[in-house]
C-alpha cells in the first residue's frame, strides 16, 4: 500500500487504536500527526513513531473543543502544508449503566466527544482536501453503533449518529475525491474497554493492531472502490460465535 509521503491526523492517539493506527502509518511512510488531550501519551507515541522513521507532530487538543481542533490543522498546515487523511479515533465511553441512572451531563458528553469531535474534525480539513480534490476519512465507530446492548446506550447512540455521518458525508465529498469510512470494532484489547468494565474475564478481545490495519487499507489508495462503507471488524468477538461477555446471552 503505497501511503508514503502522505500526512495523517489521527485523534485519541496516545494509546489503543490510535497509538497503534499511527504506528501502522508510519511504517508506511506516513507523516503523522498525534492529536490527545494528555501531553506525556502523545510524546511518548511520538518517540515510537520517529524510531519506525517517519516524522511526527505531536499535537495537545480535545476533539470536542472548537478551537482545538481549529489549531490542531493550523499546526498541521504550517508544519506539512496539506493533510491527506484524518482518522477519528478518539473517544470516550462510560461504565455500564441503565438509561434511568444516565446523568444529562454524560449522555452530552459521549455526544460530544464520539460525535460532535468527528464533526468538528471532518468539517476543519474538508477545505483542505475539497482543494485538493483528494483525501482520506475513516470514523471509528463500534458494534455498539450496529446493535443495542443494555448499559451502553449513551454511548450507542453516539456512535451509531456517527456512522449516518459517515454515510451522509460520503455522499457529499465524493465529488471531491474524498472517501468517507467507519470501522466497527468489537472488544478491543484497550484501555479503555477495560476500564468501563466490559475487558473482565474475556478472552475474545482483538488486538488494536488489528483494527489499526483495516484503517490502514481504508486510507490506502487500494480502497479507491469503498466509500460510505461501515466495515465490522469484530474478530473474535463477532456475536456469530457466541456472547460477546461472560454470562451474556445471544443476541
Known amino acids: 500500500m503505497d501511503l508514503n509521503g502522505a500526512v495523517a491526523i489521527v485523534t485519541g492517539a496516545g494509546r489503543g487504536i490510535g497509538r497503534a493506527t499511527a504506528l501502522a ?3 508506511r511512510g506516513v507523516a503523522v500527526v498525534l492529536a490527545a488531550r494528555t501531553q506525556a501519551e502523545i510524546e511518548s507515541v511520538a518517540a515510537e513513531v520517529e524510531a519506525v522513521g517517519a516524522t511526527v507532530l505531536p499535537v495537545v487538543a480535545d476533539v470536542s473543543r472548537e478551537d482545538d481542533v481549529a489549531g490542531m490543522v493550523d499546526r498541521t498546515l504550517q508544519t506539512y502544508g496539506r493533510v491527506d487523511i484524518l482518522v477519528n479515533n478518539a473517544g470516550a465511553s462510560l461504565p455500564e449503566r441503565p438509561v434511568v441512572d444516565t446523568s444529562l451531563a454524560d449522555w452530552e458528553r459521549m455526544l460530544r466527544i464520539n460525535l460532535t469531535g468527528p464533526f468538528l474534525c ?4 474538508l477545505p483542505i482536501m475539497m482543494r485538493q480534490h483528494s483525501g482520506k476519512i475513516v470514523n471509528v465507530a463500534s458494534i455498539g453503533g450496529r446493535m443495542g446492548f443494555a448499559g451502553i446506550a449513551a454511548y450507542g447512540a453516539a456512535k451509531a449518529g456517527l ?3 459517515t454515510a451522509s458525508l460520503a ?4 465529488r471531491f475525491g474524498i472517501d468517507v ?3 466497527c470494532p468489537s472488544g478491543t484489547d484497550t484501555r479503555l474497554l477495560h476500564e468501563t468494565g466490559r475487558a473482565k474475564g474475556r478472552t475474545n478481545l482483538i488486538r488494536p493492531e488489528e483494527i489499526a490495519n483495516v484503517i490502514a487499507f481504508l486510507v490506502s489508495p487500494e480502497s479507491s472502490a469503498i466509500t460510505a462503507t461501515a466495515i465490522e471488524a469484530y474478530g473474535p468477538s463477532n456475536p456469530l460465535f457466541g456472547p460477546l461477555l461472560p ?3 445471544c443476541h
Open 25 to 27: 502509518l508510519a511504517r
Open 122 to 125: 471532518a468539517r476543519a480539513v
Open 163 to 165: 456512522l449516518h455521518f
Open 171 to 174: 455522499a457529499e465529498v465524493k
Open 181 to 183: 469510512n467507519a470501522v
Open 247 to 249: 454470562g451474556e446471552k
